[in-house]
């Protein structure tokens, strides 16, 4: 749950994406360990792979992470 508020928000994206494919894989691995036909497994291992894009992709102007960045970024210029 507090994952995917965490991607909504743009706080903390590429570790909470992160975080979630890990969480994925756990998930797939469960499924698929009883000797489940690999169906069953699929759901769960194709979101991980998405969250691995969105990793990739990062968390885009309109995120948290983009504002704190900037307001870091605007504080170390006005300094000098």
């Known amino acids: 749950m507090f994952g995917g508020i965490f991607i909504l928000l743009g706080l903390f994206y590429r570790p909470m994406a992160l975080f ?8 797939a ?3 698929l360990a009883p ?3 690999l169906l ?3 759901r769960p291992f194709e979101e991980g ?8 992709a990062g968390p885009g102007r309109y995120s948290l992470d ?7 970024g605007e504080e170390k210029h006005n300094h000098f």
């Open 20 to 27: 979630l494919v890990g969480n994925l894989m756990m998930a």
């Open 40 to 42: 069953q497994g699929s």
């Open 35 to 37: 000797g489940a036909p």
């Open 66 to 72: 983009h504002l704190f960045r900037n307001e870091v």
């Open 49 to 56: 792979v998405f969250y691995i894009g969105v990793v990739f």
């Open 29 to 31: 691995s469960i499924e």
